[in-house]
């Protein structure tokens, strides 16, 4: 299809190679492959979207406990290592992939990136995906993850009163909904911020942009439908607030949101109805929409350069947000304004 003349050349000129890949039988589209298939296949390209920074001073895997008994992945990512005399804020992220695809590694250059942007540390979980895990496991995984910052978060060298919630896609769906499990459970930590990067929100996907962009601007209807079936239960579990936090009747009392979205995006018009509905609440919004770009921009710092200056003005939304939260200081003169 002709794109639109004002969607950013680099990105036209990407979506033009997935269409011709696609044509050609060298990409196979996700709902012709397996969940297996569709991680691997997903893992080995976003090496070649993305700019990885140098590794941080500080990286280190972690083994994070769930209410079921298993345990999920994780790593944390600061510049320099945090100990329990002088614990570091934090931003709890979970990455982007449909509940279905994405790992510790295929976001590991934004995770890394924000780390270095905000001065804070960066924990990402590899929360369990579907079809091996369905709805609400991912969402039961970010509550227990948030959990354990609050419980044993201090050990770690983590301020568990300067902690933010965020992710891209549906780790934002997942940020949010966390957002709204804080506010409720007074068990965990409350998010002083949450970071919602072109996030699903609504229960169905009807709106004017999945319309407009639902095909030829690589985030597809047809890839949409294939994530939902991996990991809704069923059809009445797209009315739950856990996955479609436009669902949540009360969104008042919520941390400020800063909100990025794409204007290319199908997902956009949810997200701007979800500003829209914490504004009406009284919460704080930071609405950021970045015209010519597309669902997944973030993750493409070898495509576009509005990708690494999105991630630098999250870092430095973060870096704001986590700093007023306390008094208490994260001495690390690396990144200004965090010392």
């Known amino acids: 299809m002709n794109k639109p003349m004002s969607l950013d050349p680099d990105i036209a000129a990407l979506l033009e190679m997935v269409q011709l890949g696609t044509e050609s039988g060298a990409r196979i589209p996700f709902p012709q492959l397996t969940a297996v298939q569709a991680r691997a296949d997903f893992d080995a390209s976003s ?130 909904a966390l957002a709204i499990e804080a506010k409720a459970d007074r068990g965990l930590p409350r998010p002083v911020l949450q970071v919602l990067a072109y996030p699903g929100l609504s229960s169905r996907q009807t709106s004017e942009s999945y319309n407009q962009y639902g095909s030829g601007f690589l985030l597809e209807r047809d890839t949409v439908d294939w994530f939902f079936r991996q990991y809704l239960r069923n059809d009445s579990d797209r009315d739950d607030w856990r996955f479609a936090p436009l669902a949540a009747h ?47 921009f973030l993750r493409m710092g070898n495509v576009v350069t509005d990708a690494l200056q999105a991630r630098a003005a999250i870092g430095q939304a973060l870096a704001n947000a986590l700093r007023a939260s306390s008094g208490r200081a994260w001495k690390d003169t690396a990144v200004e304004g965090m010392s």
């Open 47 to 176: 090496p070649l979207l993305d700019v990885d920074p140098p590794a941080l001073a500080f990286e280190r895997q972690l083994s994070l406990p769930t209410r079921d008994g298993d345990a999920i992945a994780a790593r944390l990512y600061a510049q320099r290592e945090p100990d329990a005399q002088n614990p570091a804020p934090v931003l709890l992220y979970m990455h982007g992939g449909g509940f279905v695809v994405g790992s510790l590694d295929s976001h590991q250059p934004l995770c890394r990136g924000l780390a270095a942007d905000s001065g804070a540390a960066v924990l990402s979980i590899g929360y369990r995906l579907a079809p091996e895990h369905k709805f609400p496991t991912a969402f039961e995984d970010a509550v227990d993850a948030l959990a354990w910052i609050g419980r044993e978060g201090e050990a770690a060298g983590i301020d568990a009163g300067r902690v933010a919630v965020g992710g891209d896609s549906a780790g934002g769906t997942l940020a949010a």
């Open 250 to 296: 009360d969104l008042s009392g919520l941390p400020p949101a800063l909100v990025v979205l794409a204007e290319y995006d199908p997902l956009v018009d949810e997200g701007r109805d979800y500003a829209a509905r914490l504004r009406a609440a009284g919460v704080p919004v930071d609405l950021q929409i970045y015209p010519g770009m597309i669902h997944e």
